[in-house]
């Protein structure tokens, strides 16, 4: 199942291609009541997700976890943060770098490891079959821009699913039992079911909470269609489907 396209596939369902090709098919047979029933499901797709409103249901229901306390730092014996997208050939670095997604979590992985003294393992492939690895980028900035210790590098993976069975192959390696997982909190769910889906269940740092303060806003702006709301939507559509793939393998 690894070598099927999910990331292809789910950017056929997902907003905005998803509403966008259900709608060209209503197009399609706009001479036939289903087609022009098609076309108007479509459009009410897209409307309903590109909501503010809708954003912070989908959120508020991935974000379960809590922020790391103290006690649970003491149990930990290293820091897993895992990649998120890279930078592709940044000219004013000169090379592949972390996409901003990536680097708020090697930002907190790094607070981490300060206050905890912990090492860090890195864990990221090729998703985009491009450059380097997510990892040695992130080994590469955690070094020389935040001074913190490496343990090891899992360069290997290209989904979450990969990212656990190879960490958890290597904490055997490193006879490691215990570490403090750091992504962000949408993402957190999907990436502890495919920890304990390989025998880890480690302690959750997760940060970038969406939408904590949404029911504060207005509610005329949480029911006007933005570029944002719909590409968080998306994110967080594609943490549901992710969690379901998972479950099915």
Known sequence: MDGINTQFISMLILPPAGPILLGLLGLLFWSRKFGRKLLIT???????????????????NLQYQTPLTLQQQQTAEAIVVLGSGR??????????????R?????????????ETGLPIIP???????????????????????????ILKIEKLSNNT????????????????????????????????????????TPIPGPINFEYQNES?????????????????????????????????K
Do not use: C
């Open 161 to 200: 699913w990969e990212n656990a069975r190879n960490v958890a192959q290597l904490m055997k390696t490193l006879k490691i039992e215990q570490v403090i997982l750091v992504t962000d909190a949408a993402h957190m769910p999907r990436a502890l079911y495919s920890f304990e889906q390989h025998g880890v």
């Open 123 to 149: 864990s990221g492939g090729h998703p985009d079959g491009m450059g380097e690895s997510e990892a040695e980028i992130a080994e590469r900035i955690l070094q020389q821009e935040y001074g913190v210790p």
């Open 87 to 100: 930078y592709n050939n940044a000219p004013e670095y000169g090379s592949d770098t972390a996409s901003l």
């Open 216 to 248: 504060k806003r207005p509610f005329y702006e949480r029911i006007i269609p933005s570029r944002t709301a719909a590409n968080n939507i998306s994110l967080g559509l594609h943490e549901y489907l992710g969690l379901l793939w998972y479950s099915l």
């Open 42 to 60: 479509a459009f009410l797709l897209q409307v309903i997700l590109s909501l503010p409103i809708t954003a912070g249901w989908i959120f508020t």
């Open 102 to 114: 990536m680097l708020s979590r090697l930002r907190y992985a790094a607070k981490l490891a300060r």
